[in-house]
């Protein structure tokens, strides 16, 4: 399994990014999927969890409302929009996968993680 993610960028506070995430080797929309994060100095933060059990996506109250996560299965890619990027943002994020359902948005429970792309939010 190979998880590609892009989209990753300078933005400026309040800006925008959409960062995508394809797979070879696995069928996304049908197991657990999701996007952590890791900030410098701090430990990796699941972001965006979604469970193919009941089609249904978690959110950390640090990016509800202004984080989204899709799924486009016929390009075997996911993808997660950003919204109204803050400094604390900063990091790189991972896409990540499971041959599970569902699982918790810890990062030690995934096994599956791309290469990370860099997301920095600074005026």
């Known amino acids: 399994v190979q998880l590609q993610a892009s989209g990753g960028g300078s933005v400026q506070p309040g800006g925008s990014l959409t960062l995508s995430c394809t797979a070879s080797g696995m069928t996304l929309g049908m197991y657990a999927v999701g996007w952590f994060r890791q900030a410098p100095g701090k430990e990796r933060e699941g972001i965006s969890c979604?469970?193919?059990?009941?089609?249904?996506?978690y959110y950390p109250d640090s990016v509800k409302g202004r984080f989204t996560f899709s799924r486009d299965n016929s390009k075997n890619t996911v993808y997660l929009q950003m919204n109204d990027l803050r400094p604390d943002d900063t990091g790189v994020y991972y896409c990540v996968a499971d041959y599970r359902a569902t699982l918790p948005c810890k990062y030690i429970y995934w096994g599956y993680w791309g290469q990370g792309t860099l997301v920095t939010v600074s005026s």
């Open positions: 979604f469970s193919s059990r009941n089609e249904s996506t």
